[in-house]
């Protein structure tokens, strides 16, 4: 398992779901990725978006205008 990082702070929704999707497509099963965002929407989009595409949501924390979620790749 790799621990890897996107930037998506400061991008409006669909931005930072399209920049996670290209991301976690360029990574293995098991990897984890943790989303730095500014866009509140990305609190039920990124979420969402996960449950649609089978990956899992270690993590989702707010701290101050920063929005940090973690996410398990799974692929098969």
């Known amino acids: 398992m790799n621990q ?3 930037n998506a702070r400061n ?3 669909p931005i930072p779901v399209i920049r996670t999707q290209n991301k976690i497509a360029s990574l293995e099963n098991g990897d984890h990725l943790v989303v730095y965002c500014t866009d509140p ?3 039920h989009d ?3 978006w996960c ?3 089978g990956h899992t949501l270690v ?3 707010e701290n101050r205008d920063e929005i940090i979620i ?3 790749v799974v692929k098969e």
Request: aromatic share 0%; hydrophobic share 40%.
């Open 11 to 13: 991008l409006l929704c």
């Open 41 to 43: 929407g990305t609190l």
């Open 46 to 48: 990124i979420p969402a």
């Open 51 to 53: 449950r649609v595409h």
């Open 70 to 72: 973690e996410i398990e």
């Open 4 to 6: 890897h990082e996107l």
């Open 59 to 61: 993590s989702t924390e």
